[in-house]
């Protein structure tokens, strides 16, 4: 039978249809979730895969996670290897939680896997990923410090079928109900994700009824090969040769030691090697990563740094060979402990890419960003319900600054791209109180193009006996500026008692916090870009008038003078002068 020629308007087509469905199983998930990190700060992704496991479509909204979008690769495979998908039957879904072998990088990250079949014949698959709040373990949050070996984490769930025609298996989820601390926001949740997956089955089934089979199974095909292309067109642009970078982690819970990822991008034309297999050995706390979350953060810097608006999908992945040493930081081996990676080791390992690639394409690489994603867990029994909760948040941090642009201010950097949980929906959901929520003067890193500041929240605790964790990074190595930009300010974490007196905590620690204190916590800025002495005085009165840089660091760092109080300047009754301007 003679192949049909692929139209490159039609595949447009049906790439705009594909992406909707995406997009529809994303907006169908958080608008059935229970759980404030999902139906508020959307930490949750969807993606479109081929009959045989090869990612074509990922959520195109502004919801979805680099590293969920990674990872999720690899556990659809690992998936297939256990169940043949073509034996299974409409309405089955197989559930997945754990990093061993290769599947989500924690095991909050529960994904949930459902076969796509068209007239009996299995077409393609749909697949979700969500992060639960609570998946028993140590801890409230299932991330907790203090452990060295998964076990320890929470329940690992290997591929298993959880729904079968359409239902929830009850016996499955009695093992799951015992060992969770929220049960009815994780069944919610769960429920929300099967029900996401079924809009996508629904919606392709229909594409299919208006452009047939082939059509369809042609150009989920093809997306792949262009992907591909565009890949190599994109790598291309980078000088041949070996860029080497290495950056540090700060401590993993048990030892305050330092932790070193080191990489060598090698570039040949149309394909690049990143290279890990120098870094540090696996340590003794949960920073330990498995290597599809190494592979999920080298596609993300690629796309990012050469091509933004490239589909990301398995055909994107061909020119790239990411290499890990078995044992080490970025290639744990089970039980090591890895819930915290995710927060932590990966963000440091995009620094590392950064850091390497700023030396090939300085003029697509920004500086450091915050470098983590300041993880807080607050758990224990509501008050109010004598029931079960943990309140967790991700805080964002400022952006590292562009070759053309400053930085954003507190804003989700690199691996994540959730958003921040509503004053209200926090108050309302818990029993915690939230006292203050800022962006952090001086915090930014100075440059030509400057980075972006921090946020402090304060969140006094309104309950006995809560358990916190705090999983954070940059306390006392600042995030680094490119090109003479300079470095931001660190971040940090405070409980204040009620008689005034202040603890620093550790940057990774789960430890008890008593009712009426507060905890206060402080994300690090994004790095400068380019000499400071350089930044254009009018962006400079800017940040005075906003309350972001005072008249005196206007001065001292970006060689700016500015004449008046701040009552003038909000008037634009200001002088600026440098030098002898």
Known sequence: MKTKAVDPVTLEVMRNAFYSIADEMIAALIRASYSTNIKDRRDTSCAIYTGTGEVVVVAQSEIGTPLHLGTMHSAVLSAMEVYPFDKLEPGDAIAYNSPYPAGPGHLNDLC????????????????????????????????????????????????????????????????IAENVRPRVEVRGDL???????????????????????????????????????????????????????????EGDGVTEDFYTIRVTVEANGETVKADFTESDDACLGPLNCRWPSVAASVYYVLKGALDPELPPNAGAYRPVEVEVRKGSLLSAEYP????????????????????????????????????????????????????????????????????????????????????????????????????????IPHSEGPGRNRGGVGLRRKVKVEADEVQITLSSD????????????????????????????????????????????????ETSGGGGWGPSNE???????????????SIQRAKDDYSVVIE??????????????????
């Open 336 to 439: 090591q402990a890895v819930c915290n990676a995710n927060i932590v080791t990966t963000q440091r390992i995009v620094d590392a890419l950064l850091g390497a690639l700023s030396q090939a394409i300085p003029d697509k690489v920004q500086a450091a960003s915050s470098g983590t994603m300041n993880l807080l867990n607050i758990g224990g029994v509501d008050p109010r319900s004598g029931t079960y909760y943990n309140y967790i948040e991700t805080y964002a941090g400022g952006q590292g600054a562009n070759p053309d642009d400053d930085g954003m201010d507190a804003v989700q950097n690199h691996m994540t791209n959730t958003r921040n949980a509503p004053v209200e929906s926090i108050e309302t959901a818990y029993p915690l109180i939230v006292e203050a929520y800022e962006l």
């Open 564 to 581: 008046g109080s701040t009552f003038d300047i909000n008037w634009g009754e200001t002088e600026r002068l440098r030098g002898g301007h």
């Open 112 to 175: 949930l896997i459902s076969p796509i079949f068209y007239k009996g014949d299995l077409i393609a698959i749909t697949a979700n990923q969500a992060h639960h709040v609570d998946m028993g373990g140590f801890a409230p949050g299932s991330m907790p410090f203090g452990v060295r070996e998964i076990y320890q984490e929470g329940l690992q769930i290997p591929p298993v079928k959880l729904f079968r025609n359409g239902e929830i298996d009850p016996e499955l989820w009695a093992i």
């Open 474 to 521: 940059r306390a006392k190595i600042q995030p680094w500026g490119l090109f003479g930009g300079s470095p931001a300010a660190t971040s940090s974490c405070t409980i204040i008692s009620p008689d005034g007196k202040s603890e620093r905590l550790r940057s990774k620690v789960t430890t008890r916090v008593e009712k009426d204190h507060v905890i206060v916590n």
């Open 191 to 249: 429920l929300a994700q099967f029900a996401a997956n079924t809009v996508g089955s629904r919606r392709l089934g229909e594409i299919a009824d208006k452009y047939g089979m082939e059509t369809v199974s042609m150009y989920l095909d093809e997306m792949l090969n262009y992907s591909e292309r565009r890949m190599r067109a994109a790598l291309a642009s980078i000088p041949k040769g070996k860029y080497y970078y290495e950056d540090v982690m």
């Open 535 to 549: 930044r254009d005085p009018e962006l400079i009165r800017r940040d005075v008038v906003a309350g972001l840089v």
